[in-house]
């Protein structure tokens, strides 16, 4: 479907023709050639996220002014997807490009991204041990490296620190009491509801099923349950079990009303959070600008360790660079490439500002994240992330998130049983399974 969509790639091209084949975007679906000293660069990122990756290039342009740094920016989601294919297949890819660490072994099995062999690395500084360990491994398929990752950003938990005084959750030091244990978390989230008269905590459920996902997952997996799928999504192999009792427990947090059953993201599940109606908020690290907007009183920790069956677990994913599989070494511009990389990572204290927990070790140790608050008090989590399951399917914002958040949403609105939802997910898993990728 992908290289038949290159035909209508030709047929825009008309358009992006007329702003000039020298555009960065042009080139990418033209063929217009760029010049020897320029550098393209395409990421998926706007609002407070876009402003800090406009921040981290501009360290670059000081520090290389002989280099035209042209960068570009898409609609998060497929259509970035879409358009970085097209114009690799096309032959004209940009000579750097973010990617989500879920979308790697996809993009690596389409033939789509460069190795990154460790003395061209090594030249700029960039080396194993200056990486947190779990990106950094995802960042490899089959042994051999094709992205370099700058951050982890997991499922986390919000609260506000004036409710959860007020309801006796805070120690002598002001700090969160334990939340872990199935019990102990809904009885925290019951005690900040006496204090809000409305909820106790929120997350998004209306039209946000990755979100929905993203509390199955890091609950799955704390249970124990495997992969949903194997073999790059080709075999399902989810542990109907284990998902049941995590979708339990989801339809236990509205079944005890401590979490209301119908919330959308930033008009609802966030704002019961900033306007005092939910003393909690689940969600992910990027929502913290929004929260710190509000101006309200707030601290982050990662999410409790709701089930012991097995090691500390929550949903995350990783922002990485790549190179683009390039027509030529000319094309490829690598030493260029990863010169723009290497100073990408030294910016990363911008891009933790905006919640990310930063996989560059020299910054996540340094005295200035660990001052940025309440960015690292949850970097912790990270050491339990657990990335989507490897299929062409399945990645950020994909069709897996989609259909399984779908089916998790059923359950916590009470409208399907755990046991039904835990074979929905099943059913419609085998289904994507059973469909040839396209490419």
């Not at 990617?99 to 790697?104: G, N």
């Not at 209301?260 to 689940?282: C, R």
């Not at 027509?327 to 990363?348: N, V, Y």
Request: with cysteine; hydrophobic share 40%; charged share 20%.
């Amino acid at each position: 479907m992908l290289r038949g969509t290159l035909a209508l790639g030709a047929t825009g091209a008309t358009a992006l023709a007329a702003a000039g084949c020298g555009s960065t975007v042009a080139q990418g679906f033209t063929g217009g050639a760029p010049e020897p000293d320029r550098l393209n660069f395409w990421n998926p990122f706007t609002g407070g996220d876009g402003e800090r990756m406009l921040a981290m290039q501009d360290v670059f342009r000081t520090s290389h002014r002989s280099v035209d740094l042209r960068s570009a920016t898409f609609l998060w989601g497929n259509p970035y997807y879409t358009k970085l294919t097209l114009a690799t297949l096309g032959g004209r890819p940009p000579q750097v490009a973010v990617t989500h660490l879920s979308k790697v072994p996809t993009l690596v099995e389409a033939g789509l991204l460069s190795e990154l062999p460790s003395a061209d690395l090594a030249r700029h500084g960039i080396t194993p041990d200056r990486f947190d360990a779990r990106p950094w491994q995802k960042s490899q398929v089959e042994g051999v490296l094709h992205a370099v990752p700058i951050d982890t950003h997991p499922f986390v938990l919000y609260f506000r620190t004036d409710i959860a005084e007020k309801a006796g959750l805070l120690d002598g030091q002001g700090r969160l009491a334990d939340l872990d244990g199935p019990d102990a978390f809904i009885d925290a989230m019951r005690a900040a509801k006496e204090v809000t008269g409305a909820w106790g905590g929120s997350i998004a459920s209306v039209k946000d099923a990755s979100t929905q996902f993203r509390l199955f997952w890091s609950l799955y997996r704390q249970l124990g349950g495997g992969d949903l799928v194997t073999d790059r999504g080709r075999r399902v192999v989810v542990d109907t079990a284990a998902a049941a009792e995590a979708l339990a427990y989801m339809r236990r947090l509205t079944h005890e009303k401590v979490v209301p059953p119908a919330a959308d993201g930033q008009g609802g599940a966030i704002t019961l959070l900033n306007t005092g109606k939910a003393g909690f908020l689940m969600d992910g690290v990027w929502q913290v600008l929004a929260v710190k907007s509000a101006k309200v009183k707030f601290d982050m920790r990662p999410l409790p360790r709701v089930f012991t069956d097995a090691p500390y677990a929550c949903a995350a994913d990783s922002h990485a660079l790549v190179l683009p599989k390039a027509p030529s070494e000319k094309a490829r511009r690598l030493d260029m490439s990863l010169e723009f990389i290497a100073s990408m990572l030294h910016s990363s204290n911008l891009w933790a500002e905006g919640g990310h927990v930063p996989a560059w070790l020299p910054t996540q140790r340094s005295r200035t994240y660990r001052e940025l608050v309440p960015q690292s008090h949850y970097a912790a989590a990270a050491d339990g992330a657990v990335y989507d399951p490897a299929a062409w399917y399945g990645g950020a914002g994909s069709t897996l998130q989609q259909v399984v958040g779908d089916a998790a949403t059923s359950v916590f609105t009470g409208a399907t049983s755990p046991t039904a939802g835990a074979e929905r997910i099943r059913r419609e898993l085998r289904e994507l399974a059973a469909r040839p990728a396209p490419v």
